[in-house]
T-cell receptor, first 111, second 114 residues
């Protein structure tokens, strides 16, 4: 099951710069895409989502972009802060309830 | 802020033993889920539960697994006869009526099968 892929296992960014996390998917039936953030020894925490009928959703420092033709979405964090250091999971769902997760990207923001 | 709570945080068991993982979802939520994450792998869907019955389950959720909502607050995952490959972090999640995919996850229960 590789319906959601995050090809970069890790990313390091200087504090204050932009972090861009990428995600690709294969199932054109996905109707919502989400980003979750996970700290060690904690459960995933919802960050931001986007409906498949939109191409951008913004919430403070976080913006998610969706390119349906390329089956690609990205999460932009601007400006990046040391507290943003965590593992970020891309997830997608069909009309059913279950989420398909990517393998995660570990973001390290260097002070 | 309301949260999903899970117990135990870590359980070590012998292969073949039964294990029950417990979850208290957010109180006004109606949809409940179990996911698991084997070390180094992705978070995987196991089962969803609504209105006292299973809505959907994955291939992982075989006859060794069962879920129950024994009272108005707890949601449990039972593994009847644990195998080594059941070792993972098990996450409970819940959501309310808002159906945009946003789930609220607990901190997880780490299961180690020896």
């Amino acid at each position: 099951d590789q319906q959601v892929k995050q090809n970069s296992p890790s990313l390091s960014v200087q504090e204050g710069r932009i972090s861009i996390l990428n995600c690709d998917y294969t199932n054109s039936m996905f109707d919502y895409f989400l980003w979750y953030k996970k700290y060690p020894a904690e459960g995933p925490t919802f960050l931001i989502s986007i409906s498949s009928i939109k191409d951008k959703n913004e919430d403070g420092r976080f913006t998610v972009f969706l390119n349906k033709s390329a089956k690609h979405l990205s999460l932009h964090i601007v400006p990046s802060q040391p507290g943003d250091s965590a593992v970020y999971f891309c997830a997608a769902r069909t009309g059913a309830n279950n989420l398909f997760f990517g393998t995660g990207t570990r973001l390290t923001v260097i002070p | 802020e309301p949260e999903v709570t899970q117990t135990p945080s870590h359980q070590v068991t012998q292969m073949g033993q039964e294990v029950i993982l417990r979850c208290v979802p957010i109180s006004n939520h109606l949809y409940f889920y179990w996911y698991r994450q084997i070390l180094g792998q992705k978070v995987e869907f196991l089962v969803s539960f609504y209105n006292n019955e299973i809505s959907e389950k994955s291939e992982i959720f075989d006859d060794q697994f069962s879920v129950e909502r024994p009272d108005g607050s707890n949601f449990t995952l039972k593994i009847r006869s644990t195998k080594l490959e059941d070792s993972a972090m098990y996450f409970c999640a819940s959501r309310g009526l808002k159906n945009t995919g946003e789930l609220f996850f607990g901190e997880g229960s780490r299961l180690t099968v020896l």
